[in-house]
């Protein structure tokens, strides 16, 4: 047994209690003690109803080891669809896949159990370029399809319903070009506040 419906019938069929009482009986199976206080209902209904003590005995074992672990049915087939879809975008398009994740985070895992993850797949990771910093978030390199370049994917975006701002070079940074070296210390000083 793996869903809650299946449970659920069981423990109808089993005692004649109907579904709707077969759901609580279920949720009651996952209480500290829950098990052996619907242990002797669950057997007394079932003989009652002509089941034989063996087979009582073997459909409540599957029943109490079920308890409250399970998944509803239709849960199940809500998960399906983005599973299918992350498994054909995992094996056809890695790199894609990987900087969608990276970029937002589910939180499951930690970002370098996902990038190990991609290494393993065969997705190259470039190393963080800090020149490249507040581009556009990208997450192939249109140079190899099958490379991701971390600081652009591993940054959040902008929630989609706010307009996108021009990127802009921050003020430390020449419009085009390197980075430009720190300055000396001496010069940082003379530019502090005497007291």
Request: net charge positive; glycine share 8%; aromatic share 8%.
């Amino acid at each position: 047994m793996v869903f809650h419906e299946q449970v659920l019938r069981v423990i109808d069929v089993m005692t004649g209690c109907g579904l709707a009482e077969a759901d609580l009986v279920r949720r009651h199976l996952s209480t500290d003690g829950g098990p052996e206080r619907t242990a002797p209902w669950f057997r007394a209904q079932a003989l009652a109803r002509g089941f034989d003590p063996a087979t009582v005995e073997r459909v409540w074992q599957v029943v109490a080891a079920f308890g409250g672990f399970g998944f509803c049915k239709a849960h199940a087939a809500a998960f399906a669809i983005p599973v299918y879809q992350s498994a054909w975008l995992r094996r056809h398009h890695p790199a894609a896949f990987y900087a969608g994740v990276l970029t937002h985070d589910p939180g499951m895992y930690p970002k370098r159990v996902i990038v190990a993850d991609a290494r393993l797949s065969g997705v190259r990771i470039l190393p963080v370029d800090v020149n490249r910093l507040g581009r556009r978030l990208e997450g192939r390199n249109p140079g190899n399809p099958n490379t991701i370049i971390p600081n652009e994917c591993g940054f959040p975006a902008p929630p989609p319903t706010l307009p996108v701002p021009a990127p802009q070079d921050p003020p430390h940074r020449p419009a085009r070009g390197r980075r430009r070296p720190p300055r000396p210390p001496l010069a940082r000083r003379s530019r502090t506040r005497q007291a």
